[in-house]
């Protein structure tokens, strides 16, 4: 995202009641080019956050980004759930279809039943 849209989110997600300690923009413009953004990248790109007073991270709010293989990678290292766009919304998905949430090396989200 440019950094007017990920501000956007931020507002979104704060209004929700969901507080952000920080937020990075990739400054890509072409939706295009962000399709073909390197997932790997993101294992360097969360490095750059203040994560102090963080429960979770959002690695990627968008859906065009590539960021699966990057999750739980991701989430080994900084001992906090990871998630993204895509995870989110598989998770939300498969719940409201009444399937079992479960995608292995996917992130805490997707990883196991919930009691």
Not at 74 to 90: F, H, K, N, Q, R
Not at 95 to 114: D, F, K
């Amino acid at each position: 995202y440019l950094k007017p849209l990920t501000q956007l989110v931020v507002d979104y997600l704060e209004d929700a009641g969901i507080e952000v300690v920080d937020a990075l923009s990739l400054e890509v413009p072409d939706n295009l080019a962000v399709a073909h953004l390197d997932p790997t990248d993101l294992r360097e790109h969360w490095r750059k956050l203040d994560l102090t007073g963080a429960d979770a991270l959002v690695l990627s709010a968008c859906v065009q980004m590539p960021s699966l293989e990057s999750i739980q990678a991701v989430e080994d290292e900084v001992g906090i759930p990871v998630l993204s766009a895509a995870t989110a919304t598989t998770h939300r998905i498969l719940t409201e279809l009444g399937l079992e949430p479960h995608v292995p090396g996917a992130g805490r989200l997707l990883a196991a039943p919930r009691g």
